[in-house]
């Protein structure tokens, strides 16, 4: 299913899943993306690690259609999709669940916005919703949900706008480290099922490396792509990936590509 | 127990003003005519309730129906104002200046125009509750996270449904607040309009002419039963409050506003069975 981190080699090529070309986006006099082109393709798991101030969060919003990019392309499947929404699914470190929505009304809520829930709409919700952790949990309000449980619920409902590119900003940033892994290892597990393109920053260098089957690093001011890392860890990664020397090799180039120092 | 408690202890809190009302009265032996005992002005209501009852349901009339009409106004006067930065930044000033003038003044020129019926009483109700749900409202509008809009414009969400379903949900909380606060000074306005419009007798003018002949049993009468006015009027607010806002009281939706699908189907699932899911 996954990339298994092999890139494509030409950029604008019509194989790739999201590709992004030249982007620039400028707030002022501060250039926040200069020139920043990436490729990701179906079903690869792509993480950007970057201080805070890279750009990685601009990036997002040029790429989910919120931000115009003066200038540059953002195409799905080869489909020039700049400057317009409703194409990826998005999710951020805050869960921004509904308060008066119960989880289903949460997860459905993408099409509750948009043309309207059907019955078929709830029963996958609650599906969905059922089989990845929240069972028990379904007609219950957010405010009862803990930390974890609630990011669970603000990825089922990315999922169930039924876009093929997710990108999810710091979904854990938030989470305290123990319940963070256990949200990682349950994120490999929905993506290894579902057939998702995941776009993913983070600036927690074990998390990007543990995830993706590509790490690219951001540098800021201008924010661009300073390198590329294949993740070459066979899958599925649990625990013990964490402590094996590639993981642990990987890690030191990417630290060392993130603070200047001799990898 | 919880439960009794719940409701023993406010409604033993009003038994005991009452107690202390009488004890005063009498450890301190006050003249009848100056304040009266709980119990003369009870008899007072009891014995003058062929009048009193009739007096009260315009006060009620007055009450409940201005209102409705300034919380519909407020309510829609602060959604217009959220949609037009234009609109919000021309009314705003006019609605703190207009909140400025006090209530009595204004009644005497709505009599001029409306004449002495139930239209500026109704009115003067209006223009009390109208300005708290205006700035509420507003406060809730603007309370939503600027984010969960953003996420809402990258699902493609129709303006309309994103206003319905998640901006004025927002909006509740901060409502009922102003209505609660709205439904006990109402009454002070409908009292007020009788005073200055006094065709149509309701409460306030009882207890004018009864105070001028102090009557002082039937004045406190007419007061205890404004003030119940106004406290049932509350106590259906905070009613509406509850079933409107469930998410706050409860932990999960009503049986009857739960979404019609059954648990056991099975929609088509690009997933494979053999899932533990790691807790």
Known sequence: ??????????????????????????????LALSEVSLEVGAGEFVSIVGP?????????N???????????????????????????????????????RTVVGNVVLGAALTRGVT???????????????????????????????????????????????????????????????????WLLEVWSELDRTVLFVTHDVDEAVFLADRVLVMTPRPGRIAAEIAVEIPRPRDLGTLTTPGFMSLKRRVLGLLYGEAA | MRRASKYLIPVGAVIGVFVVWDLVIRILDVKPY?????????????????VLSGLTWTTVQETALGFVTGATAGFALAVL????????RVVYPV????????VVAIAAPLVIVFGFGLTPKVLIVAFIVFFPVVVNVLDGLASVDRDLLNLARVMDGRALRVLLLIELPATLTPLFSALKLGATYAVTGAVLGEWTASLTPGLGNYLLVQNSRLNTDAVYGAVLLLAAIGVIGFLIVAGLERMATPWRARSTARRWWRRPAEVGSSPPMPVSEDVSVSE
């Open chain 1, 52 to 60: 805070s101030g890279c750009g990685k969060s601009t990036l997002f």
């Open chain 1, 1 to 30: 299913m996954s990339a298994g981190g092999g890139r494509p080699s030409t950029l604008g090529s019509v194989g790739a899943k999201l590709a992004v070309e030249d982007l620039t986006c400028r707030f002022g006099d501060t």
């Open chain 1, 119 to 185: 019955r078929r709409d709830v029963q996958e919700a609650r599906a969905l919703a059922a089989r990845y952790g929240l069972e028990g949990f379904l007609d219950h309000y957010p405010h009862t949900l803990s930390g974890g449980m609630r990011q669970r619920v603000a990825l089922m409902r990315t999922l169930a706008v039924h876009e093929d590119v997710l990108l999810l900003d710091e979904p854990f940033g938030a989470l305290d480290s123990q319940t963070r892994l256990e949200m990682q290892r």
């Open chain 1, 62 to 100: 040029v790429v989910s259609g919120l931000v115009p990019p003066t200038p540059g392309r953002v195409l799905i499947d080869g489909r020039d999709v700049t400057g317009s929404t409703g194409h990826v699914g998005y999710m951020l470190q805050k869960d921004l669940l509904v308060p008066w």
């Open chain 2, 34 to 50: 100056l304040v009266p005992s709980p119990g003369s002005a009870l008899r007072a209501i009891r014995d003058d309730w062929d």
């Open chain 2, 95 to 102: 609605l703190i200046a207009s909140q400025a003038i006090p």
């Open chain 2, 81 to 88: 104002m959220s949609r037009w930065a234009l609109v919000q």
